[in-house]
């Protein structure tokens, strides 16, 4: 299988550490990327079903053999170091990378991209000493996607109410991904008034925050 556009662009955000821990790691094409990059000494990737792990452990079958390589059977970062450096959690909802972080620990550096509930990521984030050094929208395979990169070595930034909502990056310097996504989901907005007969009065308070947040991020631009 091919890695994805979505992939790829998760893998251009990483940094490099002394030990990589990647979370729900699929085919574990992001920790390959850390490996033959030698942008880590050591991967740990994971997964909580040993069957859906054997994926990753084909991929990288020779990194495991050179001992520098680990797959781990586990719910979230029940079994990972704690002294992991790196820790990259992708493809999972916000309110379940919130769980993982709370029921784990708190590793120096994060790379999240979650599929929704970014702004829970965020508060969480912001509550435990973290400082985002990226906070945007990004386009992929036919999708939007938040990316979130945060460290506790970084000041924690300012963050207003509509920062949370919708990243910090996406409102101070706003990209044009960021501004497909206002109008898609203005038009979704729009579309779903049309044909409610309940709810409209929630909807046209959501549809009119899009459109204050659209109109000051095109002055941006």
């Keep these: 299988m091919k890695k994805s556009a979505r992939l790829s662009f998760i893998c251009g955000e990483l940094d490099e550490c002394e030990l990589f821990a990647d979370i729900g790691c699929d085919h574990g094409y992001c920790s390959e990327y850390m490996l033959d990059h030698r942008l880590c000494r050591k991967v740990q990737f994971s997964d909580i079903s040993a069957k859906c792990l054997k994926k990753a452990e084909t991929l990288l079958a020779a990194y495991i053999k050179e001992g ?3 797959p781990v059977v586990c719910a979230g970062l029940e079994k ?24 784990g620990f708190l590793p120096p550096k994060l790379l999240l991209q979650p599929m929704k509930n970014s702004d829970k990521v965020r508060s969480f984030l912001l509550q435990n000493g973290y400082g985002m050094q990226k906070d945007y929208t990004f386009f992929a395979d036919g999708k939007f996607y938040d990316l979130i990169k945060a460290s ?6 300012e963050y207003t109410r509509d920062m949370i909502c919708f990243g910090r990056d996406n409102l101070l310097f ?9 109008e898609r989901d203005m038009r979704d907005l729009e579309s779903w008034m049309a044909g409610a007969k309940d709810g409209k009065e929630n909807l046209g308070a959501r549809l009119a925050k899009l459109r204050e947040i659209y109109s000051e991020t095109c002055r941006r631009l």
Aim: no cysteine.
């Design 68 to 70: 520098i390589a680990f």
């Design 80 to 103: 990972i170091d704690p002294k992991t450096d790196l820790v990259l959690i992708a493809g999972m909802g916000g309110e379940e990378i919130v769980k993982i972080l709370s029921e």
């Design 152 to 157: 506790r070595a970084v000041k924690a930034e």
């Design 174 to 182: 706003p990209g044009k991904d960021f501004i497909r996504k206002l």
